[in-house]
C-alpha cells in the first residue's frame, strides 16, 4: 500500500524482528514505525513497550489483528500515536495516519519543550518569589453586589510573608478569618486597586497584628478577575525610633518652655483660683434661688478646669526642672488630707486612708511628697469611672517606708507597665502623660523607687518605697485611721 503511495512517502525500509527494528531506529534518520505487536522475537503490548523506552522521538503505529483492539488501545495509552486494524485500511488512510503520527508527535515536542521552559521560569519567579525580604502576596478580592470590597484571600504568599506578618499558612484563607478585627482600611485600599486597576503605595498601622507596614499593592492580571499584588515591609521598629525622635524632640521643647511659661501662667491661676473662691463665698450669703444655684454650679466648673490647667503646668514644671529635694519636717497626714481635699472624689469612690502615727512627722520634702500623692491619686480616681475604693496606706517597716495607692479600676495590661513611667505615655484623650513620670522623678529624688501590680479587671496598687524618712517624735505602733 505504502509504495503505490510514492508521493507522500519516499522510503520505506523493513525489518523482521524487533531487536534489528531497534538497531535501526538508533541509527537515526526514521520518521516514523509502523509496528506489528506479533513478532518471532517478541509478542503482544512488550513490544511496543520496548521499542518505545529504545526510542522516544519517533511516532510508532500499532498495526494490528482485529481481536487485539484493546491491546492496541492499551499501547496508545502508553505513548503510541495510533493503532490501525489489518485489512481494514486503504493506502490513503494509511499515509494520513502516518502524517498525522508525525505531524502530532512534533507538536508534542513542541509543547513539551514549552511546559519545560514554563516551568524552569515558574521555579525561577518562585525562587526570587521567595528570596526577597519584603512579604509578598496575591490575593483575590470577594465583592458584595455594590461593589463594596467584602474580604480577600490569599492566593500566594511567600516565605516572607509569615515573618512579615506572623500569620501562619495564610494560602487559601480569607482574612477577615485571619484577622476578625483588621482595619477597613485595608480593605478599601485594595478593594479600590482592583476597580480601578491603579497601583497605590502607602504606610499604615495595622492594629491587629501590633505592626506597622510600608505597601505597594497593584492589580494583577485581567481587570474583571480583581487580584491584587502586595509588597510590604514591616516598618514597626524604624515607626518606634521615630516617635521616640519626636517625643524627644517634643520633651526638650516643653523643657525649655515649661519653666518660662509655668510661672507665667501660674499667678493669674493663682489669683483666679482666689477670686473664685471668694465668689463662692458672696454666693453663700444671697438667698437661694435658680441663678445661685447656676452660678454655683460654673463657679464649680471653673475651679475643677482651673485646678486641671493648675496640674498640667505643675507636672510640666516638675518634670522639666532640675530637682533639688528641700527636706523638712513634715505632717504627712495633713498632705493626705489636703490631697484628698483637693481632688475631691466623685461619690461613688469610696476613700479610706490608715498611716500608722509615725507619718504625723517624718523629714521630707513636702512638697514633692503632695506631688506624688496627687498623682497617684488622681490616676486612682480616673480608672474608676464607675465608682470604686480607694485605699491609701503608710507603714513603716524594717527601717523603711512604705506607702501604698490601690484602687479597684480598670487595672493594666502587662504590654503597658514598662511604658507607665515614660513621659508622654497615656492612653486617656485628656490625659498629659506626665504624672507617673513626675512621680517617678520625684520619688527618686528623695532617694526611693516606685512599684506598680496590676491586675486588668481587678484594680491597681503603686508602691513607693523609701529609705526610713528620721523622725524625731517615738514610733508609735498603733495607727490613725480616715473615718
Ligand atoms: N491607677 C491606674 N489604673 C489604671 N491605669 C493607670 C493607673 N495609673 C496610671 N495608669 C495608666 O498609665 C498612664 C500614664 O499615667 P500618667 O499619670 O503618667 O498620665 P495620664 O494620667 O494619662 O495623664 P496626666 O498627665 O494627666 O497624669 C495612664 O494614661 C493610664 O493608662
Ligand atoms: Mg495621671
Redesign the pocket.
Known sequence: MLSEEKLAVSNIERVDRLSKGIDRLSEGNIDAVLLDLGLPDSQGLGTFEKIHAAVKKVPIIILTAYKDDTLALEAVRRGAQDYLIKGKIDGSALVRALTYAIERKKLEETVEKGTLSLKKSEEKYHKLFDSIDEGFCIVEMVFDADSKPLDYYFLEVNAAFERQTGLLDAQGKMMRTLVPNHEELWFEIYGRIALTGQPIRFSSEAKALNRYYDVFAFPVGEEEIKKVGILFNDISERQILEKQLQDQERLAAIGATAGMVGHDIRNPLQSMIGELFLSRKELENLPESDAKKYLKESIQSIEDNAFYIN??VT?LQDFAKPLAASIEETNFKRIVDDVLATLKAPENVKVTYSLEPYFEKIMTDPSAMKRIIT??C???I??MPKGGKLTLNAVLKDEEVFIT?Q?T????ADE?KN???K?L????S??????????KKLTEALNGKVL?E?EVGK??R?ILEFPILKANAPIHRARLRSQ
Not at 505615655?425 to 486617656?428: A, D, I, L, N, S
Open positions: 496640674k498640667i507636672d498623682n497617684l488622681s490616676n486612682a480616673q480608672a495607692v484602687d479600676g480598670v487595672g493594666i503597658t511604658k507607665l513611667f513621659p505615655f497615656t492612653t486617656k485628656k490625659g498629659q502623660g506626665f504624672g507617673l513620670a513626675v512621680v506598680v496590676s484594680g491597681t503603686f
